[in-house]
C-alpha cells in the first residue's frame, strides 16, 4: 500500500530535530501528507503520596507547555515551510495522565508512525512506555528515531529481523510501504545454525516475494553466538550500511513475548539506526 499520511510525534524540543530529518525526506519521497503531533501533557500526580498543590504550579507548568508547543510548531514548520508535501500541526491536550492515549488515537489515521528515541535523563515513567503503548496499541508500524540521527534518508538498505511469527510477517510486508525501486533488503534470520540453509524456506520465500516487488534481496543467517539478538541485528546493518531496521515487536503470546520484547526493549534502547517495529 503507498504511503501517504505519516504521523511524527513530537514530545519535546531535544528530539524533534533528529526526527524531522527523518520524516521529511519520507513524505517528500512518497509525497506523503505529514502531520506532527504535539500532545500537551497533564501535570503528573501521585495519588498516594498526599500533597497540596498550589494554583501558581498549575499556571506554571501550563506556560511551559504553551511555551514548548509553539517552540515545536516552529521547528515543524522550519523544516516544512518549503517543502511540495502537504503538512500539518496539530496540538491536543491530553485528558488523562498519559500523552499515549491521544498519539494512539491520532495513529489509527495514519498509514506510518514515527517516535523519537526515550530520552534515559527523562524522569517521567509515562513517557518511556509512550512509545512501547504506541507500538503495541495503535495497529500501524512504528519508526523509532535515535536521537543522534542525521541521514541518510531511510528505505534505501533495510535489514529485517526475521523470525517465524506473526509480528515478523507483519514487520516484512509493512516495510515495503518505505521502500524505493532501487531498495536493497536483507532477510536475517539470527540462530543457532543447522547446517542447512535452505531448510529455512520461508527466508527464502519472503527474498522471493521482494523480488517480484523489484527490489533486490537476499536471504542472511546469523549466529547468535552469545550475543544479544538485538546486537546482532545492529551489528549487521552497520556492516552493511543500512539505512532502516524492521522488526516484529513485543509478542503476541506470553512464551513468545519473553524472548521478542527483550529484543523489542534493548532495540529501543540501544539502535543508532532506525527502527521499524511491527506488533
Known sequence: MPLKTILVCLTNRATADPVLKCA??????????LIALHVAEALAMYPQVAMHVPDAVYTAFAKSQEIEA????DIFKTHTDNEDFASEWRLVRAESD????????SAHGADLVMMPQAEPT??????????????RESGRPVIIVPHNFDGPPIGNSIVLGWTRTREASRAAHDLLSV???ASRISVVHVAKSTGNELADYQSIDLAGLYARHGLEASVVHRDRNGQDVSDVLMQYAFEQGADLIATGAFGHSRAIDYVFGAVTRDLMKKTNVPVMFSA
Open 122 to 135: 527523562d524522569l517521567r515513567g509515562d513517557r518511556h512506555q509512550a512509545q512501547s503503548r504506541v507500538i
Open 179 to 181: 521502500t524505493q525501486s
Open 70 to 73: 509553539l517552540e515545536l510548531e
Open 24 to 33: 521529511v525526506p519520507l513524505a517528500r519521497e512518497h509525497g506523503a501528507h
Open 98 to 105: 498519559y500523552a499515549a492515549d491521544r498519539m494512539i488515537e
